[in-house]
T-cell receptor, first 113, second 108 residues
């Protein structure tokens, strides 16, 4: 086990709703990255947080937002959910920056109906 | 063009076979390179880092060619437990870009 935890494990929402996903990083890691993985695809980078600041962002619209807390845990918020947001959302923690190994949590599977 | 491209496979090989996966990336400024392994319905896990000098870890050998922007993974003497999806990963500018993955099934 990596020590990275995510909650909830599964979630069902309807179009237009908002969702918050949570991640606790591995002890000692100050960087958290979020990914969206659709079925049959590789993870797509959403954004990265380093010491409570957004430190890089992929090609996702502003309705995907995040936070990192002083204890380095993190939240991913998605507003105005769309059907295509249905995916596995993965959180990964690392030390300092993306050049280092990232340790993934088990993911949250989101279904949007 | 995708930033990281992999042959999606699937690769179906017998136990003991040697199999090679290829990956190309588009951003010449990419800094670090990895292969991750993902089992069905599980999270990705680091298999190995990839260096220009090449690196080997038991039955696994990874190579990086920066000039051609090409990464490879060679698995020798395949085991049933090697069945998984192998993800090529390229980093730079505080992000990590994954390929879509190559599915490997090793059969008895």
């Amino acid at each position: 086990e990596t020590g990275v935890t995510q909650s909830p494990t599964h979630l069902i929402k309807t179009r237009g709703q908002q969702v918050t996903l949570r991640c606790s990083s591995q002890s000692g890691h100050n960087t958290v990255s979020w990914y969206q993985q659709a079925l049959g695809q590789g993870p797509q980078f959403i954004f990265q947080y380093y010491r409570e600041e957004e430190n890089g962002r992929g090609n996702f619209p502003p309705r995907f937002s995040g936070l990192q807390f002083p204890n380095y845990s993190s939240e991913l918020n998605v507003n105005a959910l769309e059907l295509d947001d249905s995916a596995l959302y993965l959180c990964a923690s690392s030390l300092e920056d993306s050049g280092n190994e990232q340790f993934f949590g088990p993911g949250t599977r989101l279904t949007v109906l | 063009r995708k930033e990281v491209e992999q042959d999606p496979g699937p690769f179906n090989v017998p136990e003991g076979a040697t199999v090679a996966f290829n990956c190309t990336y588009s951003n010449s400024a990419s800094q670090s390179f990895f292969w991750y392994r993902q089992d069905c319905r599980k999270e990705p896990k680091l298999l190995m880092s990839v260096y220009s000098s090449g690196n080997e870890d038991g039955r696994f050998t990874a190579q990086l060619n920066r000039a051609s922007q090409y990464i490879s993974l060679l698995i020798r003497d395949s085991k049933l437990s090697d069945s998984a999806t192998y993800l090529c990963v390229v980093t730079g500018n505080n992000d990590m870009r994954f390929g879509a993955g190559t599915r490997l099934t090793v059969k008895p």
